[in-house]
């Protein structure tokens, strides 16, 4: 059996660990981070091309299954891989890892873009700690506060006129994100709902801090396309193949 992983997260890498010397498994990486870490198994790294491409690559690999465990916000390969997961009648499942909720204490406001994110921080503050990756910088190049932007590779331009750049990557913990909030004086935090443990201690830092948080909801797992909260429940999956 060859089971396909669309991955690059955490959770990717974990469900690899967990097929390798059981089936076949390549781990598909889009190439994005210039250092990934690599999972177990075979990996190939690059786009496919989109839908087409997809569903000859897989024809010529002999897929039975695909698995998307890339990063919730990716959404344009998580639909590529459900219109060619149909094509070439594999099955294919979702690997989400669940997202955060706001607890007692917690100032967030949710909204469903990133231009919405830099529309929101009107009135929230002058020093912004923008903590939604690399791309997508050119939302918040209008936007006359400080960012510090934090990501594992530097950021493309365009970007805000005032920004520091942390390169830096996960997961971090709560200590390192108390110091980091008070040392660079953060009014207001954003972030995307990628839920999971390894960038969540800033959540507990800004709620501690009574900081606002501008959360961007992640989109929606396309229609029809069966989900996973955890790689254990996705190789349990595999199994019934």
């Known amino acids: ?63 039975d299954a695909v698995i998307d465990a890339t990063h919730p916000f990716a959404e344009r390969i998580s639909f590529n891989a459900a219109r060619a997961a149909a094509t070439a009648h594999v099955p294919l499942l979702a690997l989400r890892r669940p997202g955060w909720a706001p607890g007692e204490g917690d100032d967030w406001r949710s909204v469903g873009s990133l231009e919405e994110a830099a529309t929101a921080l009107d009135g929230l503050g002058d020093r912004v700690f923008l903590t939604t990756g690399r791309m997508g910088l050119a939302a918040f190049a209008a936007c006359p ?15 805000p ?21 008070a040392r660079h004086r953060i009014d207001v935090v954003v972030t995307k709902d990628s839920g999971g443990a390894a960038t969540a201690p800033k959540l507990t830092a800004a709620r501690e801090a009574g ?29 019934t193949r």
């Open 1 to 63: 059996m060859h089971v396909l992983v669309l991955g690059g997260t955490t959770e990717a890498r974990a469900l690899a660990g967990l097929l390798h010397g059981r089936v076949r498994v390549t781990s598909s990486l889009a190439g994005r981070v210039a250092s990934p870490r690599l999972p177990a198994g075979e990996v190939r790294i690059g786009g496919f091309g989109g839908v087409d491409g997809l569903v000859e690559w897989m024809a010529g690999h002999a897929v």
């Open 145 to 159: 506060q400080w960012f510090l932007v934090r990501s594992v590779d530097a950021p493309d331009a365009p970007v």
């Open 161 to 181: 006129s005032r920004t520091e750049v942390l390169l830096d990557r996960g997961p971090f913990t709560l200590d390192g994100e108390r110091e980091l909030l």
């Open 211 to 239: 900081l606002p948080v501008v959360v961007v909801r992640r989109p929606p797992v396309p229609s029809g396309v069966p989900v996973a909260a955890t790689p254990e429940e996705a190789a349990a999956w595999v199994a």
